[in-house]
């Protein structure tokens, strides 16, 4: 008894310390033996199931959630780095918090954050290189920077098609071909998680306007959603496997994209086979079990749908529990497949000298030369007086605005017209081309007037010998260009500059296709794009001759809006939260097929872009035991210079021009009377349709016409063959 009483008095005594010494041994991390996930010879799928296997019920929800708007509405979530997104680790486990931030162009919030982020060129530009070896040197960059600033996830991919050119984020997607927009953002995407970083491809799917983005759906039938917009996904998907893909804020067929039952599971984790996370996007979620069994795994930015009622679904079973494991499953496996945990971030100072080198290498092959009468480019130094007017080139270069934004150093040289919330604001990166066409022409005067006083612009081209006007379109999420013209009159300051001075060179600063109706007036265009904070010096370089124009269009420019499928944007003028629904009538003939399939001229073609130099195509040949096409390139001009040798097929079964799409191109260096034969691979599926009633894709039969050319306008050489591919 009396022992009995003292145990008792003793336990109760040592309960305290007791359970304090529990916790202690729960919250530290288990080391080697019970973290078996630790052994990087596992397969990241086995890993992530050891973990699992010990996470309890409010560890698997904490996961499948953010932890608020932080940042992005107004201080950082306590332990945050200062991204987008957070999504709170599970220290117990050795599973670090996912610290996530936009990097569409470079990384987001740097100012807010006291960092330094290089700009990059637009997506878009980085399509015009149609460089794969440039847009995993971008990605790279960016995956390199995210890691410095304490990131491990970069949120970017854009790969929706160009379907509308006044899409407010065309910027940052890969225009209008599936083939060339998924290689490019693949691409991308690869560069970035060869940091270690995870990654996205978004916004899956058919995001293709701004204009009522949270309600407007697009409507479109399955074959053509196949070969258009899901097919650009399905490549990117496929080179980059990135971690997560983002489903997008609108609705498809009726359904929102991140509840869509046949766009998450269907298309995306059983036709791909994608086996990473679907993220929302932010506030993108509307359900809790009709969107945990459609597909969704991850709820951004917060848990509304995804924290408690998520439990509670989980707990009453109308989500069973195996969905919650596989959602949890796919986000563990996401951070081994990309060695989050195995290469954890360390936070050092972004070199932004490396940044600014890379950032103008990539500008200087995505310029495109739109027009160049009597070879005007390249200036030659010392040849008179040149005025310089417009597009703030005194101080720098455009970029575009939305989620990604990224901030220039020294601040914002150009003050934003009153009222711009900050996130929308025009940026100007200091990289001044005036600057830098003094560097070059230091011998002549070069004047500069601002453009807003046309008549007093005018009046200094009319002194010089050469006028180079810089003519801006600024873009940002959320809201689409009113039209294809530029805005804020700078259509009339061109056409006043070229009536007074017969050299006037334009060189435009574009986040998308735009009208030019001073064209026949005007010596030479060079589409600059966004060029990122290496623009100034690289456009000096172009017009120079020390770089030589090798970008081409990765989007038509159209003649006027009337010519484009829908003329007038859908939901334009309506009250935000309308719904509209938008037919995709024109199905998988995006772009430059549209355009072609209907016989509308445009201004300038997909593909096309001039150089300093000449090159003739001869010989296309077609190899279908070896699944490539072969053509033969020449250097028939005076400089060297860089060729993008494009090849379209005419599928059969179909009027021809209905059914052209790009299916191989190669970008090649030649010297002067240099050739080269270039043997391109053709991706089988480029040459398939999907079949419906299959559900898969199949080859076509009959005979396939190969084109071969420098644009899609343009294809001299043509065969005939009855293609039977590996
Ligand atoms: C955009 C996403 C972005 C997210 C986080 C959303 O508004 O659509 O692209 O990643 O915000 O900033």
């Not at 195995?342 to 490396?354: A, G, H």
């Not at 480019?377 to 007017?389: E, M, Q, Y």
Request: charged content about 20%; glycine content about 10%; aromatic content about 8%.
């Amino acid at each position: 008894m009396q022992l009995r009483r003292h145990l008792r008095a003793w336990w109760q005594s040592h309960l305290v310390a007791f359970s304090l010494l529990l916790t202690l041994i729960a919250a530290t991390p288990a080391q080697g033996g019970n973290q078996p996930w630790i052994d990087k010879s596992l397969s990241p799928d086995r890993r992530a199931d050891l973990v699992l296997s010990q996470m309890t019920l409010d560890e698997k929800i904490q996961l499948v959630h953010g932890d608020g708007w932080g940042m992005l509405k107004d201080a950082p979530q306590p332990g945050s780095n200062g991204g987008a997104g957070f999504v709170r680790g599970i220290p117990r486990l050795g599973i670090p918090n996912i610290d996530m931030d936009d990097a569409a162009i470079g990384v987001r919030l740097s100012a807010a954050n006291g960092r330094y982020s290089t700009a990059l060129p637009s997506v878009l530009a980085l399509a015009a290189s149609w460089n794969t070896d440039a847009a995993q040197q971008y990605g790279a960059l960016i995956g390199r920077e995210l890691r410095a600033q304490g990131y491990n996830m970069g949120l970017g991919g854009g790969v929706n098609l160009a379907r509308d050119p006044r899409g407010g984020r065309n910027f940052e997607y890969a225009g209008e071909d599936p083939f060339l927009a998924g290689n490019i953002v693949g691409y991308l995407v690869k560069g970035v998680q060869s940091q270690h970083v995870m990654s996205t491809v978004k916004h899956f799917a058919l995001n293709d306007q701004e204009t009522l983005r949270h309600t407007v759906n697009a409507v479109i039938d399955e074959k053509a959603m196949r070969e258009s917009d899901l097919l650009a996904f399905q490549i990117a998907i496929r080179l980059a496997e990135p971690a997560a893909v983002m489903c997008a804020y609108n609705k498809v067929n009726g359904d929102y994209a991140c509840g869509n039952e046949f766009l998450l599971n269907k298309v995306l984790k059983h036709d791909f086979g994608y086996k990473g996370f679907v993220m929302s996007d932010w506030g993108a979620t509307h359900t809790i079990d009709k969107a945990a069994m459609a597909g969704l795994d991850q709820e951004q930015p917060e848990g509304k749908y995804f924290g408690e009622p998520l439990k509670a679904a989980v707990q009453s079973g109308a989500v069973p529990q195996a969905r919650l494991d596989d959602m949890v499953h796919r986000i563990l496996r996401s951070m081994f497949a990309a060695g989050v945990m195995d290469y954890p971030v360390k936070r050092s100072v972004v070199d932004p000298f490396l940044g600014r080198y890379e950032a103008r290498r990539i500008a200087e092959q995505t310029f495109v030369l739109l027009k160049n009468t009597d070879h005007i480019l390249p200036l030659k130094p010392d040849n008179g007086t040149v005025a310089v007017i417009g597009g703030h080139a005194d101080v720098g270069v455009l970029g575009g605005s939305g989620s990604a934004i990224v901030d220039p150093p020294g601040g914002d040289p150009v003050p934003a017209p009153k009222g711009t919330p900050d996130w929308l604001r025009p940026v100007y990166y200091p990289s001044s081309p005036l600057q830098f066409i003094r560097n070059y022409d230091n011998k002549v005067r070069i004047d500069y007037a601002d453009g807003r006083d046309i008549a007093a612009a005018a009046r200094l081209a009319a002194g010089a010998s050469t006028a180079i006007v810089f003519v801006t379109q600024h873009l940002a999420e959320g809201r689409d260009a009113d039209n294809l013209s530029l805005p804020d009159n700078q259509d009339a300051l061109v056409a006043a500059i070229a009536a007074a001075n017969p050299h006037t060179i334009v060189v435009l600063e574009n986040g998308g296709p735009v009208k030019m109706p001073w064209l026949d007036a005007v010596s030479a265009v060079v589409l600059a794009w966004y060029p990122g904070i290496g623009g100034g010096e690289a456009i000096a370089d172009l017009l120079y001759g020390v770089v030589s124009p090798s970008g081409r269009l990765p989007v038509s420019f159209p003649l006027d809006e009337a010519d484009l499928p829908r003329p007038a944007l859908p939901g334009k003028g309506l009250k935000n939260g309308s719904p509209v629904d938008v037919p995709y009538t024109e199905g998988t003939r995006v772009g430059y097929k549209w355009f072609t399939a209907e016989d509308k001229p445009v201004l300038f073609s997909f593909g096309y872009g001039l150089t300093y130099t000449t090159f003739a195509y001869a010989d296309l040949q077609a190899d279908p035991a070896g699944g490539s096409v072969h053509v033969t390139v020449r250097n028939i001009g005076p400089k060297p210079g860089t060729d993008v040798a494009q090849v379209y097929a005419d599928l059969p079964g179909l009027d021809s021009s209905r059914s052209r799409r790009l299916v191989a191109w190669s970008r090649v260096t030649l010297a002067p009377g240099e050739s080269r034969t270039l043997t391109m691979p053709v991706d089988p599926q480029l040459l398939s349709r999907y079949d419906i009633s299959a559900g898969a894709w199949r080859p076509v039969r009959g005979t396939i016409h190969f084109l071969a050319g420098p644009s899609s306008s343009f294809l001299p050489l043509e065969i005939e063959t009855s293609w039977r591919g590996r």
